[in-house]
């Protein structure tokens, strides 16, 4: 028996995806919605009867959570979401404490190894996996945090990671900003970077981070850290960061601060209709588009910054 708190909002059911992501950066560890507005395959793309516009999302949070500051942030929030979802984006229903009965383990029947780029393909530990040749396998436990690959905007980030790493030279630094689980930044360091560091505001992403580095045994090469990124110093051949595009763009001169001359950027977790907006803010900063990707409603950006490394 485990005992969790859940907090229950009503929602555009196309505003889901955003807000699942933003319960995820507070703490959240699992969602749920209601499907029984879905058709009965449970594909929202393909609704039978048409499902309604609105739905519910209950965010599933660990027992200490505070829910009273989830829910102040989910409502300085709001106004965020209505940019992009319209007026009625969003509205607060309710906040519980609960008891499971084996939910926190559900979701792991749908972690299942996957091929996720060219060569990475990532798996929980609890599956074996035989790779082919080439193939680069992470073994990814999230714990509490975000990040195993399943999710549009992770992948997108290692689908340009690829690339990247790719091109020459190789990206031998690498900073892997918001790392969750460390999936990117261990990633990094299984593709050759030499030393990668993972930055998250949440300590359990970190230690999470760690262990993983330690699982991928790369301990050598990744290590997570709470430093800010404000406190952050010298430069990176490749720079990750996979949070909201309010972030990305709030945090647009720190970030292109620490990346090296002719250096690579992946951006990610941006809402598509927003990913014009991040390129142009970013090439005010001395960017340049080197790439875009779009998956669901997500999109992803590959940059370089001006100049040729020193
Ligand atoms: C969407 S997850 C990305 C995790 C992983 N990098 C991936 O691509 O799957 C965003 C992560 O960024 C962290 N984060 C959000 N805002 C941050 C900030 N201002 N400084 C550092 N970390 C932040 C969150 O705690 C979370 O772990």
């Known amino acids: 028996m485990t005992r969790w708190k859940s907090f229950t909002v009503e929602t555009r059911r196309e505003a ?32 039978l009867p048409p499902p309604e516009e609105v739905t519910r999302l209950t965010a599933y949070f660990p027992w200490e959570a505070d829910l009273h500051s989830v829910k102040q942030e989910f409502l300085d929030f709001l106004p965020v979401l209505a940019e992009s979802f319209g007026a009625e984006a969003g509205s607060f229903v309710s906040a519980a404490e609960i008891t499971d009965f084996g939910w926190a383990e559900k979701w792991k029947e749908n972690f299942k190894p996957r091929r996720l780029g060219r060569r990475i393909t990532v798996k929980p530990s609890w599956e074996p996996y035989a790779p082919s040749p080439g193939e680069v396998v992470l073994t990814i436990d999230p714990g509490q945090a975000f990040g195993t690959g399943t999710h549009e905007t992770t992948r997108m980030c290692l689908q340009f990671l690829e690339e990247a790493f790719d091109a020459a030279p190789l990206p031998l630094r690498v900073l892997d900003f918001g790392t969750g689980t460390g999936i990117l930044g261990i990633a990094a360091a299984r593709l050759g970077a030499s030393c990668a560091v993972g930055i998250d505001v949440d300590p359990k992403a970190v230690e999470v981070a760690g262990e993983n580095a330690r699982i991928n045994g790369v301990e050598d090469r990744f290590y997570a850290a709470t430093t800010p990124l404000s406190c952050m110093e010298g430069r990176y051949d490749l720079v990750l960061a996979n949070v909201l595009a309010e972030i990305l763009i709030d945090l647009k001169q720190e970030i292109t601060a620490r990346m090296e001359r002719g250096g690579w950027l992946v951006l990610s977790g941006i809402l598509a209709e927003k990913s014009d907006w991040v390129e142009k803010e970013y090439e005010t900063a001395g960017c340049r588009l080197a790439g875009k990707k779009e998956d669901g409603q997500w999109a992803a950006l590959l940059l370089r910054r001006e100049g040729t490394a020193p």
Do not use: N
Request: aromatic share 12%; net charge negative; glycine share 12%.
């Open 16 to 47: 889901v995806d955003a807000l699942s992501h933003f319960f995820t950066e507070h703490g959240a560890l699992g969602m749920a919605y209601d499907e029984r507005l879905f058709g009965p395959e449970g594909d929202p793309a393909d609704p």
